[in-house]
Every structure is written in C-alpha cells, then in structure tokens.
C-alpha cells in the first residue's frame, strides 16, 4: 500500500503545524488545565518536539519523493 505524495505532504504540514503551534504557544497547557491534567504539562516537551521533528522529516520525505525524476524511480 503506497501513500500519495500529496497525503504525505498535507499530512506532514498538518502535523508539523499542530505540534508547532502547541510548542510554541499555551494553548496544549490551557486545554490540559482546563480538563484537570494540568500535571501532564511537564512531559509535553518529551512528545510535542520530537513530534514536530517527525513531521518536518514527513513533510521532507514526501517532497523529496514527489521531485524525484522519473529515470531514477527506474533505477531503484
């Protein structure tokens, strides 16, 4: 089963998106806050970065693969 480029790309930018925008802004620890596990707020370093990195790398792959020629997808 082979994912598309273009699932692998939206995938990856929805994904490096979400984790950006709850590293670098409050609103993960409002929302663990407002539900009472406010205590899991000093583990979200431990998921959230190497979360982003992951979707940065999928964002990467799935551009690398998309502007690949064709000559050396044959090769493989």
Not at 46 to 71: C, D, E, K, M, S
Request: glycine share 8%; charged share 10%; with cysteine.
């Amino acid at each position: 089963m082979t994912l598309k480029d273009t699932t692998l790309i939206k995938t990856g930018v929805l994904g490096a998106a979400v984790a950006a925008l709850c590293c670098f802004t409050p609103v993960l620890v409002v929302l663990l806050g407002a539900v009472g596990l406010s205590v899991l707020t000093g583990y979200l370093d431990i998921v959230l970065i190497p979360a982003l990195v992951f979707f940065v790398g999928l964002t990467a792959y799935a551009v690398y693969r998309r502007n690949r020629t064709p000559q050396s997808a044959n090769k493989q």
